[in-house]
């Protein structure tokens, strides 16, 4: 008998070690990008209950936890979760229904399923008021409950009825119960007609440090109360009626007209220009007293100042108005975003010159027609100055050729070949030919950062002089010469003005100039080359576009020949000069706009392109002979280190 109560002992100990155990047991749950029904089925499998989920329950979850949570804490971190996304959970009869959080209120709950109420479920309950209004408590409440809860209050029974989480609820419960006090503390509004309210509380505050002051201490103290109303430059005070006979009596003394007509005030600006805000303001204010004198037949006096040297605001104004022209100032007075500006030009061009021709020469002494010869000019030198340099040979008492009459030969291949002969019968022929291919990839990459809303331009060229007009002293009716010059820039202009927009769109204002000096065979005079685009576009933040292109195609051939003898086949390339030029010209111009709203934005471009110069001093270096392994040893230096004289070669 003994050993079997022994035995029914052991059982009981194991079996209540047992269930110890299982109490005892703590989950912890980590998902990253879960599906929520996923989820909800994790949470099903711990707390052993039954949920039904509503078809428009849909998401991603992520849930991190380093604590062990029991079963009620799995729970109720599985309603904040919830809650996070807009759902909420409803205990109903056996199972729980998962369902938007807007249809909470408006279905039934069973809160005898659950064995303690989580402080995020959501429930609804009746709040009693004895000595307040219910209904006058409802504005002061309202913004204190969720957007998916309700508050309602009804007057026959003087209660509040709310629909929230039972943590919301036990606070709202707290500040009624504050709120609710006996009726002799009432709320009473006064309407100042000089004095500010901003002002009047602080001196209300040192007048009375007792009930309003921070020495007020205790639960009397907080049963008044003066809020200042600036919208309506009113007073609500809250208190006994003792407490508000005081303050009636010293508003009514403090509220007197201004002995100056006005306050004025010196507001220093951070990153606004204190001439531009001037003017806005200006402006503001007439509309201000526009409305003013309409409503009150009268004008408000208002006047403001800006200091450029010390970037300042001096505003002088009725305490009513010179509140509102502070706030405004304040929303004016941000730092403003600034727009890195890259512009890429490309320009690939491509030059090809195929020339080829064969002039003949044919002199007889004897006969009737002594001479003849074939001249082209498509490429190098013509018959007729070899033929000039051979008379003035033969007349020349040397008999020395003058080699600057032949003139110079062409590039390529010249050659020339003859035969003189007894008979008198001389011949020569001169065979020039040519091909030629050039190539050319011009980069040029401005950049620029600017201000929102700032035009900002870049010049990268040259400043060359050209020739408006000129005389000379040649005659006795001519005056002093003189010549007249105007200088002009040319080379690579960036002029660019942009415009943040919300959502990082930038709105740009684009000048682009490329121009150049071209040889000229017109006199002294110059000839220079300009292409301009000028357009307003579009574009995200880091986006790259194309402002426009051109694409050149020119061909340009000749071809000279003896009529008859040119145009036998194969023997007509004998009597026959061809030349053939191709140009071909492609200009493309790219664009790309970063937004940087802060100076760790304009400090990490700033590092970027310094990262870019280093990189081309070490090329450079190496370049010019300096050993890899030691270029990679050097130690960049900071960026701050050009002021100092850093040298970058």
């Known amino acids: 008998?003994?050993?079997?109560?022994?035995?029914?002992?052991?059982?009981?100990?194991?079996?209540?070690?047992?269930?110890?155990?299982?109490?005892?047991?703590?989950?912890?749950?980590?998902?990253?990008?879960?599906?929520?029904?996923?989820?909800?089925?994790?949470?099903a499998d711990i707390t052993g209950y039954s949920f039904v989920i509503d078809p428009r329950v849909k998401g991603k979850v992520t849930v991190v936890s380093n604590a062990s949570m029991d079963k009620a804490g799995v729970y109720e971190m599985f309603l904040s979760v919830l809650g996070v996304h807009g759902f909420a959970a409803l205990p109903g009869e056996g199972v729980i229904k998962i369902v938007q959080q807007n249809d909470a209120k408006q279905t039934a709950q069973n809160e005898a399923m659950l064995r303690k109420l989580p402080s995020e479920q959501i429930v609804t309950r009746v709040i009693q008021v004895n000595n307040a209004s219910a209904l006058e408590l409802v504005p002061?409440?309202?913004?204190?409950?969720?957007?998916?809860?309700?508050?309602?209050?009804?007057?026959?029974?003087?209660?509040?009825?709310?629909?929230?989480h039972l943590a919301n609820i036990k606070r709202i419960s707290k500040i009624i119960k504050e709120l609710d006090s006996p009726s002799k503390y009432e709320l009473e509004v006064i309407q100042l007609q000089e004095a500010w309210v901003g002002d009047m509380v602080k001196l209300l505050e040192e007048?009375?440090?007792?009930?309003?002051?921070?020495?007020?201490?205790?639960?009397?103290?907080?049963?008044?109360?003066?809020?200042a109303d600036q919208r309506s430059n009113r007073l609500i005070l809250r208190g006994d009626e003792a407490f508000r006979e005081k303050m009636r009596t010293l508003i009514a003394k403090l509220d007197q007209p201004s002995s100056t007509g006005g306050k004025t005030k010196v507001i220093r600006l951070k990153h606004a220009d204190a001439a531009d805000i001037a003017e806005l303001l200006k402006g503001l204010m007439g509309d201000i007293a526009t409305e003013d004198s309409k409503a009150k037949g009268q004008k408000a006096e208002a006047s403001v100042y800006a200091d450029d040297g010390l970037n300042a605001l001096v505003v002088r104004a009725e305490p009513s108005l010179l509140q509102e022209l502070e706030g405004v100032?304040?929303?004016?007075?941000?730092?403003?975003?600034?727009?890195?500006?890259?512009?890429?030009?490309?320009?690939?061009?491509?030059?090809?010159?195929?020339?080829?021709?064969?002039?003949?020469?044919?002199?007889?002494?004897?006969?009737?027609?002594?001479?003849?010869?074939?001249?082209?000019?498509?490429?190098?030198?013509?018959?007729?100055?070899?033929?000039?340099?051979?008379?003035?040979?033969?007349?020349?008492?040397d008999n020395e050729l003058d080699a600057s009459l032949v003139g110079s030969p062409s590039n390529g291949l010249t050659l020339g070949v003859g035969e003189s002969r007894k008979s008198g019968v001389s011949w020569g022929a001169l065979i020039q030919a040519l091909e030629g291919d050039a190539g050319a990839n011009v980069l040029s990459t401005p950049k620029v950062i600017t201000m929102d809303n700032q035009e900002s331009s870049i010049i990268v060229g040259q400043n060359i002089p050209i020739i408006t007009g000129q005389t000379s002293s040649g005659g006795a009716g001519t005056s002093d010469p003189f010549t007249t010059i105007e200088r002009e820039d040319v080379?690579?202009?960036?002029?660019?003005?942009?415009?943040?927009?919300?959502?990082?769109?930038?709105?740009?204002?684009?000048?682009?100039?490329?121009?150049?000096?071209?040889?000229?065979?017109?006199?002294?005079?110059?000839?220079?080359?300009?292409?301009?685009?000028?357009?307003?576009?579009?574009?995200?933040?880091?986006?790259t576009i194309i402002l426009g292109g051109l694409i050149r195609d020119d061909i340009s051939e000749s071809e000279s020949k003896v009529p008859l003898l040119g145009?036998?086949?194969?023997?007509?390339?004998?009597?026959?000069?061809t030349s053939k030029m191709v140009t071909k010209q492609n200009l493309l111009v790219f664009l790309k706009p970063t937004i940087l709203r802060d100076k760790e934005a304009t400090r990490a471009v700033t590092n970027e392109k310094f990262d870019e110069l280093w990189k081309l001093n070490l090329l450079i270096r190496e370049g010019q002979g300096a050993d890899p392994e030691d270029l990679q040893q050097l130690e960049k230096p900071a960026v701050d280190s050009v002021y100092s004289g850093m040298k970058i070669r």
């Open 1 to 43: 008998m003994k050993l079997r109560i022994a035995l029914l002992k052991g059982c009981l100990v194991a079996l209540l070690s047992l269930s110890v155990l299982a109490e005892e047991q703590t989950w912890k749950v980590n998902l990253k990008d879960a599906d929520i029904r996923a989820f909800v089925s994790q949470v």
């Open 140 to 164: 002061i409440l309202r913004p204190m409950v969720a957007k998916y809860g309700h508050l309602a209050g009804v007057a026959a029974a003087n209660a509040l009825i709310v629909s929230d």
């Open 207 to 227: 007048l009375a440090p007792g009930e309003l002051g921070k020495s007020g201490k205790g639960a009397a103290a907080n049963k008044f109360s003066v809020v």
């Open 329 to 397: 100032i304040e929303q004016l007075d941000v730092r403003r975003a600034q727009v890195l500006i890259e512009a890429a030009i490309v320009e690939i061009s491509e030059n090809t010159d195929n020339k080829l021709g064969i002039q003949w020469a044919l002199y007889d002494e004897g006969a009737s027609i002594p001479g003849a010869f074939t001249n082209f000019n498509e490429i190098g030198i013509s018959t007729a100055s070899v033929l000039s340099a051979l008379i003035a040979k033969d007349s020349d008492a």
């Open 491 to 543: 080379g690579v202009k960036l002029i660019v003005t942009p415009s943040i927009s919300e959502g990082d769109l930038v709105r740009l204002e684009i000048e682009q100039e490329i121009s150049g000096v071209t040889e000229s065979t017109a006199g002294a005079d110059i000839i220079t080359t300009k292409r301009q685009i000028k357009t307003n576009v579009l574009a995200d933040n880091g986006e």
């Open 567 to 577: 145009d036998i086949p194969f023997l007509g390339a004998l009597f026959r000069s």
